[in-house]
């Protein structure tokens, strides 16, 4: 994915149109998943952005809950690089080694 389409991204996340069409997809993509491999007990949705969208969110999952975790920095930081790596890796082509070290500890 290039930078300019991670931009893309960013905005349609953070700007105030309605995302109802995103969920009603999401809740479909999860349906088909759940038909295939169900969990043992519920969905566990955790990607950081949803909280953007609450209310969208609750619309659409009205029995959802959301769990506030209190992390420490040392712990939150690692985990949060990875997360970017995972997602937006493919936008770089270079990674210090110093970085790319710490990552993977």
């Not at 149109?17 to 566990?44: C, G, I």
């Not at 975790?69 to 712990?75: A, S």
């Not at 949060?80 to 937006?88: D, E, G, H």
Request: with cysteine; net charge neutral.
């Amino acid at each position: 994915m290039s930078t300019s389409n991670q931009i893309e991204i960013d905005k349609w996340v953070y700007d105030n149109t309605n995302k109802s069409y995103a969920y009603e997809y999401h809740e479909m993509f999860l349906r088909m998943l759940n038909s295939v491999d169900p969990p043992k007990s519920h969905w566990l949705l955790k990607w950081p952005f949803h909280s953007v969208n609450l209310d969208t969110v609750f619309a659409r999952y009205p029995n959802a809950a959301v769990v506030m975790c209190h992390r420490r920095l040392d712990e939150v930081l690692p985990s949060f690089f990875r997360l970017i790596r995972t997602t937006a890796g493919s936008s770089f082509n270079e990674t210090d080694a110093r970085v790319s070290t710490a990552l993977k500890t």
